[in-house]
């Protein structure tokens, strides 16, 4: 019984998912879902950005460290507090935070607009 793959179920006009099992490269790129994203800090893929608001902060301007661990929600910021006992370096390799930089250059207004958007996902 062959596997199918994960992305086989996407129904989107023009995708075509691979036959070959275990395949990543899908000829497209996929970014992953927002939904719930309100409560998915620290954000990107290696948690090196701590909240919404630094997210939309241009990658140059983001805190080189801060603290995982925290329980503590700023729902501000839309982050966990910088608060805990490990400490993320994020000049350290696979650490970065430099990525993503869309949103960085609207106004505080929009920026803050934006958030209130994304908590609703
Ligand atoms: C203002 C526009 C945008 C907003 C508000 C936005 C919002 C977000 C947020 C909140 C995340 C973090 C998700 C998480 O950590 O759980 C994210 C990740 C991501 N976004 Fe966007 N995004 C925007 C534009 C874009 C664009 C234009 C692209 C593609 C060209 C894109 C591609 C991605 C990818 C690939 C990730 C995953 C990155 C990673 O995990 O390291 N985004 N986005």
């Known amino acids: ?3 199918q793959h994960p992305l086989a179920e996407l129904e989107l006009k023009g995708y075509t998912p691979p036959q070959e099992f275990g395949v990543r490269s899908t000829g497209k790129y996929f970014a992953a879902s927002l939904g719930g994203v309100w409560a998915r800090s620290p954000y990107l893929h290696n948690g090196s950005v701590r909240t919404l608001q630094e997210l939309l902060t241009p990658p140059a301007q983001r805190a080189k460290t801060f603290h995982r661990g925290s329980r ?4 501000t910021q839309m982050g966990f507090t910088d608060e805990g006992a490990y400490l993320l370096d994020t000049t350290t390799p696979g650490n ?3 990525g993503h930089d869309y949103g960085t250059r609207l106004s505080a207004a929009e920026k803050a607009e934006l958030i209130e958007y994304l908590k609703t996902l």
């Open 72 to 75: 503590r929600f700023d729902p």
């Open 96 to 98: 970065a935070n430099s």
């Open 1 to 3: 019984m062959g596997r």
